[in-house]
């Protein structure tokens, strides 16, 4: 059984000071490469947005 995922890749969060509005594709979210820096808010606000199931 295979599993349908949404890959994001190398977002920088850190970098850029507008939000990100993807559409929702698939039931998981996979995020991969340079997302975010843990010190920066930008990537736990990005998280706190992403819908969960």
Avoid: K, R, W
Avoid at 15 to 43: C, E, K, M, R, W
């Amino acid at each position: 059984m295979a599993a349908s995922v949404q890959i994001m890749s190398d977002l920088h969060l850190e970098t850029h000071s507008y939000g990100f509005n993807f559409a929702q594709t698939a039931p998981y979210l996979v995020l991969l490469g340079d997302i975010g820096h843990a010190a920066n808010d930008q990537l736990f606000s990005f998280l706190e947005t992403q819908p969960c199931h």
